[in-house]
């Protein structure tokens, strides 16, 4: 692995000196966004469908690693943000070798992280076994970073298009050994001082937002009646009117706990050709991602302490297990429409010099690639309404590097920790450093 110096001197001194925020105050709100299995292609298969552009493209010649990147078109809504760089995702268990990863098609397939332990890296700093929720190696709880947000006064609440109780939003606000406890981990989540909590696994509905017989997967019969009773300090909210309404509501409740009604996801497992064009079949009449993340800053700004949210595209990895390329592109566009409502509120009710943006992925899902990669990695090519010619190399998770986008206030601090260098993504942090930088540098308790 080759390291260089890059802003490692400013790393190692940013805690004492506050050098990344060039002397500015620290963030009063932070906000991540999270594309569940979104690896570089996966944007880039969004942005080929939506305007027949790419940026991350590139032929790599397995024998002398060359690489040659292809024109580059920035047109997601994070992709002109000031601080670019990759991130390694690996598990405690993995590591990452750049050279092994482009050169050996196997190698990224080769001890993936899972969501549970990366979410747990990104939200507390800290390297733990898959399947485990906001602890340690040792199973012991770790600070995240939803926990200091509160302990500062700020309000704090996760979102995602998947259950509420699933790996990433569980890794931001909860702690248990095992990622598949969802009623042990619903029960943290309503214990815990988030104000909102809002996604779906709803007990009385299947994935194409039909009524069944209830299953209480995700959140358990008793947490159900208390929510839907009224017994918790939670506003209960389901409907895609009451969402709506809690997007534009002029005074909205203090806590929320939304589940809308959908199964599993909000739409990447409904019915229908999976691998098809977007948006081919009729979608799930349910809200999209954005209104919810729309609907949690409206909740959350009324602190004047400031905030902390974490929204997470859930149903990319959904698509990407699945192989539906259509599904996938889908939820790329959901996510893209979310990011932008994020910086539509920063620039209308907010500032960039008191707010931190952070887009990333925790893994890359379905060894995403142009076909014949296998052989060298080629690039991705496909004009505008049409899925791009693709293969996919897995229906799991791989060791690939991950995209890293971040504006605002304290953005240079994760420019600042990208200290090593893959040989075609260019600069790397870890996940780790996310949380770190969060914890350690932008809301440290000293
Ligand atoms: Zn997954």
């Not at 940013?14 to 991540?32: E, F, S």
């Not at 050169?103 to 992280?113: C, H, I, K």
């Not at 995700?218 to 009117?241: C, D, I, N």
Request: glycine residues 10%.
């Amino acid at each position: 692995m080759r390291w260089v110096a890059i802003g490692a001197a400013c790393a190692a001194v940013a805690a004492l000196t506050g050098c990344g925020l060039g002397g500015a105050d620290p963030p009063r709100n932070v906000i991540i966004l999270i594309g569940d299995g979104m690896g570089f292609n996966q944007i880039d298969m969004a942005s080929l469908y939506q305007w027949g552009t790419s940026n991350w493209q590139v032929a790599v010649d397995p024998q002398t690693g060359a690489a040659t990147p292809s024109p580059r078109t920035a047109s997601q809504p994070f992709e002109d943000f000031t601080v670019q760089a990759a991130v390694s995702t690996f598990s405690v268990e993995g590591g990452y070798d750049p050279a092994m990863a482009w050169s050996d098609d196997q190698y990224l397939d080769e001890e993936p992280t899972d969501s549970a332990a990366a979410a747990t890296a990104l939200a507390s700093g800290v390297k733990t076994y898959d399947a485990g929720i906001g602890v340690g190696p040792d199973g012991e709880e770790v600070a995240l970073v939803s926990e200091r947000a509160a302990a500062l006064g700020k309000a704090t609440g996760v979102v995602t298009s998947v259950p509420v109780s699933h790996a990433t939003p569980a890794g931001f606000a909860a702690h248990d050994v095992e990622r598949d406890h969802f009623h042990a981990i619903t029960e943290d989540l309503l214990a815990s001082e988030l104000d909102v909590v809002i996604g779906a696994g709803h007990p009385f509905f299947d994935d194409d937002h039909q009524r069944t017989e209830p299953t209480y997967k995700y959140l358990s019969e008793g947490s159900w009646t208390a929510l839907t009773g009224g017994t918790t300090p939670f506003t209960f909210l389901e409907t895609k009117a009451d969402f709506q309404a809690l997007a534009a509501a002029e005074d909205p409740p203090d806590r929320v706990f939304g589940v809308s009604q959908v199964g599993t996801t909000l739409q990447a497992r409904r019915s229908g050709e999976l691998a098809a064009a977007p948006y081919a079949v009729p979608a799930n009449d349910v809200p999209d991602l954005a209104t919810l993340a729309r609907g949690a800053l409206n909740v959350l700004d009324q602190d004047p302490d400031g905030l902390f949210l974490m929204i997470e595209g859930g149903g990319i990895d959904w698509s990407c297990h699945d192989n539906a390329a259509g599904r996938l592109i889908e939820e790329e566009l959901a996510f893209a429409d979310a990011v932008q409502a994020v910086r539509d509120w920063v620039e209308e009710e907010s500032s960039w010099d008191e707010t931190l943006v952070i887009v990333t992925a925790d893994h890359e899902t379905g060894h995403l690639m142009a076909p014949g990669s296998e052989t060298g990695w080629r690039p991705l090519t496909g004009s505008r309404g049409q899925v791009p010619a693709h293969e996919w190399g897995s229906e799991k998770h791989t060791n690939s590097l991950v995209p890293l986008f971040a504006e605002g206030t304290g953005a240079q601090l994760l420019a600042d920790r990208a200290d090593a260098v893959d040989p075609v993504r260019g600069p790397y942090l870890d996940n780790t450093e996310v949380g770190q930088v969060i914890l350690d540098d932008v809301w440290g308790e000293g």
